[in-house]
């Protein structure tokens, strides 16, 4: 069993930045993936951004060149580096981690993030 914990969300404006993450309770240095999903206010939960044990990332294609996800192994944490927000970005964020690429195995409590325009 690995328990993640997030942190970092906040309220920030328009254009601003925030930096979240996500620490795991178990030594994760072999999970394969690690992983950021979102979920705003009346719609699904959401992919992210993922990053593999050898550091392949992913990104969603409304995030790529405005969120950068990184892993640390040896302190079994992910981040996900958020700059350039926008109100459509407001969610709750979950970690996530798994055996495989399109699989969340466990899953974080989530931390909200809330863009004011």
């Known amino acids: 069993q690995v328990q993640l914990v997030e942190s970092g969300g906040g309220l920030v404006q328009a254009g601003g930045s925030l930096r979240l993450s996500c620490t795991a309770s178990a030594d994760t240095a072999h999970t394969y993936v690690m992983n950021w999903h979102r979920q705003a206010p009346g719609k699904e939960r959401e992919f992210v951004a993922s990053?593999?044990?050898?550091?392949?990332?992913r990104y969603q294609g409304s995030v790529k060149d405005r969120f950068t996800i990184s892993r640390d192994k040896s302190k079994n944490m992910v981040t996900l580096e958020m700059n350039s927000l926008e109100p459509e970005d407001t969610a709750v964020y979950y970690c996530?981690?798994?055996?495989?690429?399109?699989?969340?195995?466990?899953w974080g409590k989530g931390t909200l993030v809330t863009v004011s325009s």
């Open positions: 996530g981690c798994g055996r495989a690429l399109y699989i969340t195995d466990y």
């Open positions: 990053i593999t044990k050898s550091g392949g990332t």
